[in-house]
T-cell receptor, first 117, second 113 residues
Framework: GAVVSQHPSWVICKSGTSVKIECRSL??????MFWYRQFPKQSLMLMAT?????????EQGVEKDKFLINHASLTLSTLTVTSAHPEDSSFYIC?????????????FGSGTQLSVL | GESVGLHLPTLSVQEGDNSIINCAYS??????FIWYKQESGKGPQFIID?????DKRQGQRVTVLLNKTVKHLSLQIAATQPGDSAVYFC????????????FGRGTSLIVHP
């Protein structure tokens, strides 16, 4: 199956700093990628839809200026958590849809555990 | 609002037993359903899917049953193994053309050796 690589796997940062998370589709082109957030023992919450070459579409309640998304190529989307605070600590997961066909399965990255001190 | 939910947050089984994980959905317009497995600290992994024009689909050791009358979905795992221990999510696609699944709450499956 298709592979989505997410990096870093975990990151610890100080409050007020910015953190960038990368999501790459390794063996397919993804015009659309998705970013999720997951708290312990909870489900995945869709944050935004990342579209190659255009602005991301954010879900209601997600701050656009807080969570910057850039989808500069067909294989790379980045999520930048700006001025991170402890409440931003969470597990962030990206996923991508294969461009070639009606494939409806999303392929997920391995996630990034963000801890803000 | 409409949502996808799960009946049991935790399911404990013995190795070798069959497991049944249930999911209730409320959006009658949903036409496609997916089961994902998420191991600790990892992203979800696709297990099996089913379209609304089907009521059963089988994979390797897994079977998904769909009952549209009562809006219920189940995942059956045969001969459960310790490696099956994970959180299982059902997800629905609520509108045709949308590739964004809505995830349910999740059920933690614990397999005891």
């Amino acid at each position: 199956g298709a592979v989505v690589s997410q990096h870093p796997s975990w990151v610890i940062c100080k409050s007020g700093t910015s953190v960038k998370i990368e999501c790459r589709s390794l063996d397919f082109q993804a015009t659309t990628m998705f970013w999720y957030r997951q708290f312990p023992k909870q489900s995945l919450m869709l944050m935004a839809t990342s579209n190659e070459g255009s602005k991301a579409t954010y879900e209601q309640g997600v701050e656009k200026d807080k969570f910057l998304i850039n989808h500069a190529s067909l294989t790379l989307s980045t999520l930048t958590v700006t001025s991170a605070h402890p409440e931003d600590s969470s597990f962030y997961i990206c996923s991508a849809r294969d461009r070639g066909g009606w494939v409806e399965k999303l392929f997920f990255g391995s996630g990034t555990q963000l801890s803000v001190l | 609002g409409e949502s996808v939910g799960l009946h049991l947050p935790t399911l404990s089984v013995q190795e070798g037993d069959n497991s049944i994980i249930n999911c209730a959905y409320s959006n009658s317009a949903s036409d496609y359903f997916i089961w994902y497995k998420q191991e600790s600290g990892k992203g979800p992994q696709f297990i099996i899917d089913i379209r609304s024009n089907m009521d059963k689909r089988q994979g390797q050791r897994v079977t998904v049953l769909l009952n549209k009358t009562v809006k219920h979905l189940s995942l059956q795992i045969a001969a459960t193994q310790p490696g099956d221990s994970a959180v299982y999510f059902c997800a629905e696609r609520a509108q045709r053309g949308s590739y964004i699944p809505t995830f349910g709450r999740g059920t933690s499956l614990i397999v005891h050796p």
